[in-house]
């Protein structure tokens, strides 16, 4: 296996960066570079958001404190805040104008009627991912918010008992739940978005690379 890593390594390089591909799918206008923002969007979230994670402390006595003071205290703790708030708005933003490219130039058709599939799991945990950082500011407004979502999930027929106690912790919305949505925010979500990207390029040139126009 230690001899072929390199060689796995190089060929999935090689295989996202191929030497030749259709001269139409690569046109800006065509893709609009939606996938690439959308991309570049979650890096940006990730960089910013690793630069919080200083300064947050996930507990329901001081997560508001926290926010507060990156906001007036932290030097350049607003812009980041604000970088990461707007970053992650504007992600939503393009990840749906990316699928709505997808589906006017039918781009959703085989062979990339996987790659959609993956596509919509992405959109979910980008949606997902948006609302547990809401949830983080643990204001009056967002402890509403998510006690509505939990009293929902709660009524979901079969796996919602055990999905809120698992978010909750069975103790309601306190400290077992922000440390959880915190969780999930700053890592698993944001680890399960990566890994299907990663695997969502690797089908784009699994399927014969950017579709091409209709
Ligand atoms: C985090 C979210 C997403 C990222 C970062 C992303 C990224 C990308 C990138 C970079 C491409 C190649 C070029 C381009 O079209 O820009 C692409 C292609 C594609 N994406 Fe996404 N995407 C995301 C979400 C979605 C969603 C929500 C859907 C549909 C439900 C989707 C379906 C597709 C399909 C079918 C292709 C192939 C398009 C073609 O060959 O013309 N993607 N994606």
Avoid at 38 to 52: D, H
Avoid at 66 to 75: A, I, K, N, T
Avoid at 113 to 126: E, H, K
Wanted: charged letters at 15%; hydrophobic letters at 50%.
């Amino acid at each position: 296996m230690r001899e072929r890593s390199p060689w796995i390594r190089k060929s999935f390089l090689r295989h996202l960066h191929p030497p030749r591909i259709d001269p139409r799918g690569g046109r800006i206008l065509y893709t609009l570079c939606l996938g690439g923002a959308a991309t570049v969007l979650f890096l940006i979230l990730v960089l910013t958001g690793g630069a919080l994670l200083f300064h947050y402390r996930p507990t329901t006595a001081e997560a508001h404190a926290s926010l507060y003071d990156l906001s007036r205290v932290v030097p350049y703790g607003w812009w980041i805040r604000n970088l990461h708030y707007w970053g992650g708005q504007a992600m939503v933003l393009f990840v749906l104008l990316h699928m709505a490219r997808v589906v006017l130039t039918g781009a959703f058709a085989p062979p990339r009627r996987f790659n959609w599939v993956v596509g919509c799991a992405l959109l979910s945990l980008t949606l997902i991912t948006d609302f547990t950082g809401y949830l983080l500011r643990w204001d009056r407004d967002m402890v509403w918010a998510a006690t509505v979502v939990a009293e929902l999930l709660q009524r979901v027929p079969g796996f919602g008992g055990g999905l809120y106690s698992f978010l909750t912790g069975s103790e309601g919305l306190g400290d077992t739940a922000l440390l959880r949505f915190y969780v999930l925010h700053c890592v698993l979500l944001p680890s399960m978005m990566a890994v299907l990207m990663a695997y969502h390029f690797w089908r784009v040139r699994k399927d014969g690379g950017i579709s091409s126009p209709l």
